[in-house]
């Protein structure tokens, strides 16, 4: 699609406007689905992000259609139909992922989603000295992000995102057992462990090794919350449960409130920054 419409223009000669009513284009009258054009939104990141770091693009120019808030490139606004309803999984349908995820390599990520209902860049960007086993709590501070083919932990989006919450017994039980296996492969897979390893660039700017995320692999290879996105066709297949793992997260504070959990208490659990968005 984008060939058919840009193929013979430079990089430097396409406005923000340009795009954004492309963009509106696809949606109002191809009638595309919203998600299907996020995919749109982030290949034209790439496409200038690629030419900026090649020169093809001024400083300016980039910042105008990457940065600028009041002036980059976004996606049109959503019909009503783009809004979808909250949607949470019965008893019996958690018992079939259960089932389904044990042993798999992103069983921690499901038990992370599960029992503490993190957002799936929160989970990936989560490493083992943000875990307290002794008061039973988890920091919450930064996110995985991919950005230009690296991998970075991020910032997160807003102040009460950054939090400290209290695990589940289950999910404490279970990290706390696979600390103590990731000793044990330290050992068994050091070989391995050294290949894989790689530099990351931290929130603050230091570097810091891969191995020290919770969710890495038994032989140290990095996992990204792509790992999960892998299930959502097999699941509907067996079980027809529509898996999306930011649904764990609603399961999750569906539950909390459903034990009369005080507002504030869910509010911080969840990292929400306004109250209504709880409710």
């Known amino acids: 699609h984008i060939k058919a419409r840009f193929v013979d223009r430079y990089a430097d000669d396409i406005s923000s406007g340009e795009i954004n009513d492309y963009l509106a284009e696809l949606r109002y009258v191809n009638n595309y689905s919203y998600g299907y054009i996020e995919s749109f939104l982030k290949l034209f990141y790439l496409i200038f992000g690629q030419a ?146 790689k530099m990351i660039l931290d929130a603050d700017g230091r570097k810091r090794s891969s191995l020290e995320l919770v969710n890495t692999l038994p032989n140290g290879k990095i996992q990204t919350e792509w790992a999960i996105k892998h299930h959502y066709k097999p699941l509907k297949e067996l079980y027809d449960i529509d898996f999306r793992y930011h649904n764990l997260r609603h399961t999750y504070a569906t539950s909390l409130a459903m034990l009369n959990i005080p507002l504030h208490i869910l509010k911080n659990q969840m990292g929400h920054s306004k109250v209504s968005t709880t409710i």
Not at 94 to 103: A, H, S, W
Not at 133 to 154: A, H, N, P, V
Not at 175 to 190: N, R
Request: charged share 30%; proline share 1%.
């Open 52 to 197: 900026y770091s090649r020169n093809y693009l001024s400083s300016e120019k980039y910042s105008r259609l990457c940065v600028y808030k009041n002036g980059k490139i976004k996606m049109p606004v959503k019909k009503s139909v783009d809004v979808k309803d909250v949607v949470t999984y019965t008893k019996q349908e958690m018992e079939k992922m259960d089932e389904y995820f044990k042993g798999k390599n992103v069983e921690t990520a499901y038990m992370i989603g599960k029992f503490a209902g993190l957002r799936s860049a929160e989970c990936y960007g989560l490493t083992w000295d943000c875990i307290n086993f002794k008061d039973g709590t988890m920091m919450i501070e930064k996110q995985m992000k991919t950005e230009e083919g690296l991998i970075k932990l991020k910032s997160l989006k807003t102040v009460n995102s950054k939090r400290k919450i209290y695990m589940h017994k289950a999910l404490r039980d279970y990290l706390y057992a696979l600390s103590q296996k990731t000793k044990e492969y330290e050992m068994t897979f050091a070989a391995q462990r050294a290949q894989n390893e």
